[in-house]
């Protein structure tokens, strides 16, 4: 497919299709969507004609027949990401699916032997590592610029109903059969692939989970340790029953000679070295998901690495779900 263009289907034309990422299909380099599916036939012909996209289908099976179609960005809920992805891949296609990749860590191994033995290519949805944002992170822990890294403290508390949820869909959310967990596992997988993105390869890593409140079916309150290669130590908090006076997004780098501080879900990253402290605020691209979508766009071509790969993803959902252990 090498610098050919990218012709996109969408399977699950649902909330976050409409801003974070469905236009920039349209807006990226080689890239082109072409058809839209979903099980509502009325919502499926309507995102179509607000889009101005020129195909859309009630089923899978009938997107995936489209000749035309070269990739699949797959947005559904968890629980069919697996099933749509193995779809995908059977018919031929590039697939990029939404975070989490799967349910759990026993289905994205088995997505990632389809995806050896097809030969085929999968990018997952961890768009946040190709925002500016976290490039800066990143860049500024390249440069050492607050030195040896000592450890990171991560906080995510929330109220029962957090704002940083996509509005108008969050019921399943809270049903593990579809999301795998509650809103851990909607929120962390975010969080945590950007700690792998930082520190490479963790050696060890423990957690648990608990039902905190007696209204909870699902763990409102996780914590969990990671231990890197390089040696660096994470330690990540996370509550989903806390005041909304209380609640709170911050990642905090501590290095030798200096910090780095910044809300997974902000836009402005404060260094602290030297007696020294600045701040860097970032707008976000209209459509957030832009930067990875062009970047998935030239890996189909050939034209750069994958952004995201199935074997980091499975890491990460073994960390997921060993956090997610309820004790």
């Given at each position: 497919m090498e610098n050919a263009k990218i012709r996109w289907g969408i399977i699950g034309c649902g909330d976050v299709t409409e801003k974070k990422s469905g236009p920039a299909f349209n807006k990226a380099e080689g890239s082109k969507l072409l058809a839209v599916m979903r099980r509502d036939a009325i919502k499926a012909a309507d995102y179509a004609e607000r889009h101005h996209v020129p195909n859309w289908y009630s089923t899978v099976e009938e997107l995936l027949d489209n000749p035309a179609l070269n990739a699949i960005y797959i947005a559904t809920p968890p629980s069919s990401h697996f099933e749509y992805a193995l779809k995908a891949l059977e018919a031929g296609k590039d697939v990029y699916v939404e975070k989490p990749v799967t349910l759990n860590a026993h289905e994205a191994r088995l997505l990632l032997d389809a995806v050896t033995r097809k030969n085929g290519k999968l990018v997952v949805a961890h768009y946040r590592r190709q925002l500016p944002l976290f490039l800066k992170v990143r860049e500024l822990l390249n440069i050492g610029k607050i030195g040896a890294i000592r450890t990171v403290q991560l906080r995510l508390w929330q109220s029962r109903s957090p704002e940083l949820v996509t509005k108008g869909a969050a019921e399943w959310r809270t049903d593990p059969t579809i999301s795998g967990g509650g809103y851990f596992f909607d929120l962390a997988p975010h969080q945590l692939d950007l700690m792998l993105y930082f520190f490479g390869k963790p050696i060890s890593y423990e957690g648990f989970s608990q039902i905190q409140d007696p209204v909870s079916t699902v763990a409102d309150h996780t914590t969990g340790t990671i231990l890197f290669e390089n040696h660096v130590?994470?330690?990540?908090?996370?509550?989903?029953?806390?005041?909304?006076?209380?609640?709170?997004?911050?990642?905090?780098?501590?290095?030798?000679?200096?910090?780095?501080?910044?809300?997974?879900?902000?836009?402005?990253?404060?260094?602290?070295?030297?007696?020294?402290?600045?701040?860097?605020?970032?707008?976000?691209p209209e459509h957030i998901q832009l930067p990875m979508i062009a970047s998935t766009v030239a890996f189909f071509q050939g034209n750069g690495p994958n952004p995201a790969s199935m074997e980091e993803a499975l890491t990460l959902m073994e960390i997921i779900d060993c956090f997610a252990t309820v004790k």
């Amino acid at each position: 497919m090498e610098n050919a263009k990218i012709r996109w289907g969408i399977i699950g034309c649902g909330d976050v299709t409409e801003k974070k990422s469905g236009p920039a299909f349209n807006k990226a380099e080689g890239s082109k969507l072409l058809a839209v599916m979903r099980r509502d036939a009325i919502k499926a012909a309507d995102y179509a004609e607000r889009h101005h996209v020129p195909n859309w289908y009630s089923t899978v099976e009938e997107l995936l027949d489209n000749p035309a179609l070269n990739a699949i960005y797959i947005a559904t809920p968890p629980s069919s990401h697996f099933e749509y992805a193995l779809k995908a891949l059977e018919a031929g296609k590039d697939v990029y699916v939404e975070k989490p990749v799967t349910l759990n860590a026993h289905e994205a191994r088995l997505l990632l032997d389809a995806v050896t033995r097809k030969n085929g290519k999968l990018v997952v949805a961890h768009y946040r590592r190709q925002l500016p944002l976290f490039l800066k992170v990143r860049e500024l822990l390249n440069i050492g610029k607050i030195g040896a890294i000592r450890t990171v403290q991560l906080r995510l508390w929330q109220s029962r109903s957090p704002e940083l949820v996509t509005k108008g869909a969050a019921e399943w959310r809270t049903d593990p059969t579809i999301s795998g967990g509650g809103y851990f596992f909607d929120l962390a997988p975010h969080q945590l692939d950007l700690m792998l993105y930082f520190f490479g390869k963790p050696i060890s890593y423990e957690g648990f989970s608990q039902i905190q409140d007696p209204v909870s079916t699902v763990a409102d309150h996780t914590t969990g340790t990671i231990l890197f290669e390089n040696h660096v130590i994470f330690n990540g908090s996370w509550c989903f029953n806390v005041r909304s006076e209380d609640n709170i997004d911050r990642c905090e780098i501590m290095g030798s000679q200096g910090k780095i501080t910044f809300p997974i879900f902000g836009n402005s990253v404060t260094v602290e070295y030297d007696h020294q402290k600045k701040e860097y605020v970032f707008a976000h691209p209209e459509h957030i998901q832009l930067p990875m979508i062009a970047s998935t766009v030239a890996f189909f071509q050939g034209n750069g690495p994958n952004p995201a790969s199935m074997e980091e993803a499975l890491t990460l959902m073994e960390i997921i779900d060993c956090f997610a252990t309820v004790k």
